[in-house]
Each structure stands twice: as structure tokens, then as C-alpha cells.
């Protein structure tokens, strides 16, 4: 007798991840079953799913963290599988134990892959041993601030103190003076203490204008691992990352070749099965080293989808159906080039400050190239309990100029009100130098400020502004002595004048 296919999934996640996984489990004839909080009742994907259950109040911890509602829901549901998205559970070893223990399928990793490649000191020291090359620092949770010094001392300034539990920039720390070393290691102690429950950090060199490369990689049951190339995250803020793109404008063949072996390696050295993300930091030599794996599948996965031609989804199913990989690496090629940018409701000009609302209007960019991973949509109301991403907006071409236009074109078609969005802000980057020439690393957002961020309102230019403000000048002197042609001037030529000048754009 063969295993059992899955036949039903339940998602143990929320907005536009769990759409984007129903809809492969769709194509394919798996019923889906969705979750949802009290605040997540509207949702996009509980009105997808075939099936949803309601696991409690809005906070995550009660909800979507709940693992007792969730397997509860699971249960409930007769779904066979669990697909945990990212986020929330999706690397928490316990669930994925959980899952085994109530004969339900976690389409992921087993929960060894997730404890040694989540705790990063262990990561470092199993990467170690596997010859995949890490940042020189401690191969050991710091013991005490004496050892701190030492250790300093021995690998010199910058350093990164890093969370061996962390993610997310949480618990990390960049030190350029031996002044600022203690310091620093307290904070980034007490950060991890609060965020993960763990305080063990670790110190590593800091690299020099880093670049953050990442390596899709995909693992069956029977020892078959492949890679499917890089992935370009160097555009992050406060270490989350904003753009991706693939090719990476850094790479060359050699070095391609080369780090999707080492990345592989490091997949095998943990046995590990399903899809997962062995992320790099490359310097301006190309030499490379070990940053994290990732045990789920990424945010950024569409750009490797568009490019290579696979449905990571699919292909996560299949391995948790004991399915051998259908390719071999010499199988997989890159075709075009991809980028995505990641839509957040939230004001990038006020310090990123997330302003979740009702959507009151939205068009959705179409055409040739363009994949919309989205999960709003008008009278929607964004939570204020959840990561503010409204979606993902991926554009595909036969080079990156041809992507990169198109991205222009699309960002330039989203029209969305009701809320603030990053919108503007990722045109910006769009239309930076340093972007279009692909020459840019994990600095580019602050080395890029003055191009970036505007205090302007509406982002209407200066010379706009002057313009508007004599032209309001003159209409408010007109309605005191001449309201007839006050009325008449309003009425035709300040919506000529708007459509014009392109001020009045939604």
C-alpha cells in the first residue's frame, strides 16, 4: 500500500499567503480550509476557502499562534494537512511535532530541520562543520561581557551582535566602537529576552556594503535536494526587506554555481525536506558567507516562480505526499528577469508608520508580466492586529530593463484610497540610479534619503505646489468679486489645469 495522498488542507495562515496557497491547492482538487480570527471574518481568504473555522479573538497569540485551535479547527475540518504559510507557526518545531503526533501532514520541515536552522549559533556551527563558509565571530552563545571583549578584540571592528533566536532585525545591534560594546550587548540581550524569550546572542564581523543573496532550494524525502538560483533582498528597511528581484545584478555564473552548491550542502547537512531559503551576505569582492536558513517558504517566492517556472506550492505538496522531485538540477534554467515589490498600507514618509483602515477604492494592475498576489478589496478593512502588506506585485520581462518598466507601469495603474500606501515610495526606487544599475546594496534606502523621502503633501513637487497655491490665490480672490466666473473657472479649468499638471492622479 502507498501513502495516502492529501486530499484536504487547512491553512494556518491569513491574507494574501493563504489565497495565493488556495489557489494552487485548487488546480490540483485539494479541498482548502481556511482559519480566521474575530478580525479576520471578512477576509479574503475565508471567503475563498472551501471551508473556515473561527479560532479566536484578533490578537495572534490567541488566534493564529493558538495551536490547540488550530489542530482543534484541523480536526474539526477532516483536513489530512496543515500548510503553515510564513509567519506565525510556520517554523515553530513544536507545531510541526504536533502535526505528526495527530497524524496530521505539516507541509514543511520536521521539526529537527526547524530547531537546528532556527536557533542561529546552532545553524553557524552546523554550517560550519558542513564546510559551507559563515561570518567569522563566536561559534558559542556569548557566556559573559568579558568574552565579549575578547572576542571583539580578536575579529576587530564593526561587529553585529545578533539574537541566536532572533529574525526580523530584532535583537540586533550594530557596533562600531569598543565604547559602544557593552552598551549594545545589554540592549540587544534585553531585546531578545522580550521578542523571543531567550536572551543568548552571539557577534559576528560586520561586512562591509553587505549584499543579502538568498538561494531558493527544494528537498525530497528520498535525499534528492536541488536549488533554484538566487533571489536579490539587498533593498531592506530596519532589516526587512522591501524589493526582490532575481537574477541578482551581482552575480555571475561562477559564483552562481558556486553558492547554489554550498546552499544545497548546507540543506543535506540537516537532512532537511521540502522548500526552504539558505540566505548569504556577500561583499563587494563576491565573497560569501552563511547568514540563516529559513525552514518555510519565503515572501519573495513568486520572483522564482516566474523565472524558473515552478510552483513552489505545488512542489511542497508533492513532497509531503513522499513524491520524489519531478527535476534534476541541470533540469532548471532562468528565463527573463522578475522583481517584486511588497505594498504595505502604511506611510513612508512618516516613518513607516503602518495605517491600517477601510479600502475605499482599489484598481488592480493587469497586463502582460504582471502577477498580483493580493488579498484586499473594497470595504475591506485592513486590521490593526496584523503585518500591515496589503500585497505583492510581481513583474516579469526578457531582461530587467523590460522588468523594471513594467514594474513602473504597474505601480503607476495601482490605485488604491482609503489608506496611506508605499506606493510612491517603491516608484521612487524605481526611478533611483543606483536601481536601474543594479549597483546597490543593504545601505541603498539611506544612501538614497534625499531621493527617497519627501515631506511634500500628496507627493506633489515643489514647482507643482507653487504653482497650485497662486492658482488657488487667484480662484479664492475671483469667487469674492466675480462669483459666476468663479464657478465657471472651478468647473473647467482647474480640472484642465489638474489633469495637466498630474496632480489630481487617485
Not at 494592475?365 to 502577477?371: A, F, H, K, Q, S
Amino acid at each position: 500500500m502507498g501513502k495516502s495522498m492529501i486530499k484536504k488542507v487547512l491553512v494556518a495562515n491569513r491574507g494574501e499567503i493563504a489565497v495565493r496557497v488556495m489557489r494552487s491547492c485548487r488546480e490540483i482538487g485539494i479541498i482548502t480550509v481556511a482559519v480566521f480570527s474575530d478580525a479576520d471574518r471578512q477576509a479574503m481568504h475565508v471567503r475563498y476557502a472551501d471551508e473556515a473555522y473561527c479560532i479566536g479573538p484578533a490578537p495572534s497569540r490567541d488566534s493564529y499562534l493558538n495551536i490547540e485551535a488550530i489542530i482543534g479547527a484541523a480536526k474539526k475540518s477532516g483536513a489530512d494537512a496543515i500548510h503553515p504559510g510564513y509567519g506565525f507557526l510556520s517554523e515553530n518545531a513544536g507545531f510541526s511535532e504536533r502535526c505528526k503526533a495527530e497524524g496530521i501532514k505539516f507541509i514543511g520541515p520536521d521539526a529537527y530541520a526547524i530547531r537546528t536552522m532556527g536557533d542561529k549559533i546552532t545553524a553557524r556551527q552546523t554550517m560550519i562543520a558542513s564546510g559551507v563558509p559563515v561570518v567569522p565571530g563566536t561559534k558559542e552563545k556569548l557566556s559573559d561581557e568579558i568574552k565579549a571583549v575578547e572576542v571583539v578584540k580578536e575579529i576587530g571592528l564593526p561587529v553585529m551582535i545578533k539574537a541566536s533566536a532572533g529574525g526580523g532585525g530584532k535583537g540586533m545591534r550594530l557596533v562600531k566602537t569598543m565604547d559602544e560594546l557593552i552598551p549594545s550587548l545589554r540592549m540587544a540581550k534585553s531585546e531578545a529576552m522580550n521578542a523571543f524569550g531567550d536572551d543568548a546572542v552571539y557577534i559576528e564581523k560586520y561586512i562591509e556594503s553587505p549584499h543579502h543573496i538568498e538561494f531558493q532550494i527544494l528537498a525530497d524525502q528520498h535525499g534528492n535536494v536541488v536549488h533554484l538560483f538566487e533571489r536579490e533582498c539587498s533593498i531592506q528597511r530596519r532589516h526587512q526587506k522591501v524589493i526582490e528581484e532575481t537574477p541578482s545584478p551581482l552575480m555571475n555564473p561562477a559564483l552562481r554555481m558556486e553558492m547554489g552548491e554550498k546552499a544545497v550542502a548546507a540543506a543535506k547537512a540537516v537532512n532537511y525536506e521540502g522548500a526552504g531559503t539558505i540566505e548569504f551576505i556577500v561583499n563587494d569582492k563576491l565573497e560569501y558567507y552563511f547568514l540563516e536558513m529559513n525552514t518555510r517558504l519565503q515572501v519573495e517566492h513568486p520572483v522564482t516562480e516566474r523565472v524558473v517556472g515552478v510552483d513552489l506550492v505545488k512542489e511542497q505538496i508533492n513532497i509531503a505526499n513522499g513524491l520524489p522531485l519531478s527535476f534534476k538540477q541541470e533540469d532548471l534554467q532562468q528565463h527573463g528577469h522578475a522583481i517584486q515589490c511588497r505594498i504595505y498600507a502604511e506611510d513612508p514618509d512618516n516613518n513607516f508608520m503602518p495605517n491600517p483602515g477601510i479600502i475605499k477604492h482599489i484598481t488592480v494592475p493587469l497586463g502582460l508580466g504582471v502577477r498580483y498576489d493580493g488579498y484586499v478589496y473594497e470595504g475591506y478593512e485592513i486590521p490593526m492586529h496584523y503585518d500591515p502588506m496589503i500585497c505583492k506585485l510581481i513583474t516579469w520581462g526578457e531582461t530587467r530593463k523590460e522588468s523594471i518598466a513594467r514594474m513602473r507601469r504597474a505601480l503607476y495603474e495601482y490605485k488604491i484610497t482609503g489608506v496611506k500606501t508605499s506606493i510612491k515610495f517603491l516608484e521612487r526606487i524605481m526611478d533611483a540610479p543606483d536601481f536601474i544599475e543594479g549597483k546597490y546594496n543593504t545601505h541603498f534606502i539611506e544612501d538614497n534619503h534625499a531621493r527617497l523621502f519627501t515631506t511634500k503633501p500628496c507627493g506633489i513637487e515643489c514647482e507643482d505646489m507653487a504653482i497650485i497655491t497662486a492658482f488657488i490665490d487667484y480662484l479664492d480672490k475671483l469667487a469674492e468679486i466675480q462669483p459666476q466666473k468663479y464657478t465657471e473657472e472651478l468647473g473647467n479649468n482647474w480640472k484642465d489645469f489638474g489633469r495637466k499638471r498630474n496632480v489630481l492622479r487617485l
